[in-house]
């Protein structure tokens, strides 16, 4: 028995992201590059809560988002890797960036990397979802690219000084 609502693409995809924590989970991993738990837990700014984030870690796996292996440097511990599907929501994530930095009352430290995302529109998201195929698929990239994250963290901590957030 199919348990969507519709077939409707909107729908479908809302169905998947439409909660409150969903892609703030995939959103920490893409640009944080916290592939943990307890890093997703402890540096949480929205301060998800633990029972939530292990409830979304979990769905994301089984919807296919995420995949999961264990840590070799932890018994206890296992590495969440975005999957090709959930790297393809960097166009999303700047343009959701891009909206929100027009139109809410957004703070500069954590509005940074959308606007380079904005500005760097179609070619840096393709070039930033290349790094992020070889960070978590193992998929390498051409020689000498440099690091969309790194610039992307860079301009985050530099705005974080630049505007007195620790």
């Known amino acids: 028995m199919d348990t969507n609502r519709s077939g409707c693409p909107i729908n ?3 169905e998947v992201f ?26 949480s700014d929205e301060h998800i809560a633990s029972n939530i984030l292990a409830n979304r870690l979990a769905r994301l796996v089984d919807l296919g988002m995420l995949s999961r ?6 018994k206890q511990k296992v590495i969440y890797s975005l999957t090709e599907p959930s790297i393809q929501l960097v166009p999303v994530f700047a343009h959701l960036g891009s909206w929100g930095r027009r139109h809410l009352p957004v703070s500069p430290e954590l509005a940074i990397r959308a606007e380079l995302l904005e500005t760097g529109g179609p070619e840096l998201w393709e070039a930033f979802m290349d790094e992020l195929r070889e960070l978590h698929l193992g998929i390498p990239r051409a020689d000498g690219v440099g690091s969309v994250l790194d610039a992307l963290t860079a301009a985050y901590v530099d705005e974080c000084e630049r505007s007195g957030v620790a």
Do not use: M, Q
Request: cysteine-free; proline content about 3%.
């Open 12 to 14: 479908l995809s809302l």
């Open 69 to 74: 292996v264990a840590d070799p440097s932890h």
């Open 18 to 43: 439409g909660d409150r924590w969903t892609l703030l989970v995939l959103r920490d991993i893409t640009f944080g590059n916290r592939r943990h738990y307890g890093e997703l837990l402890a540096n």
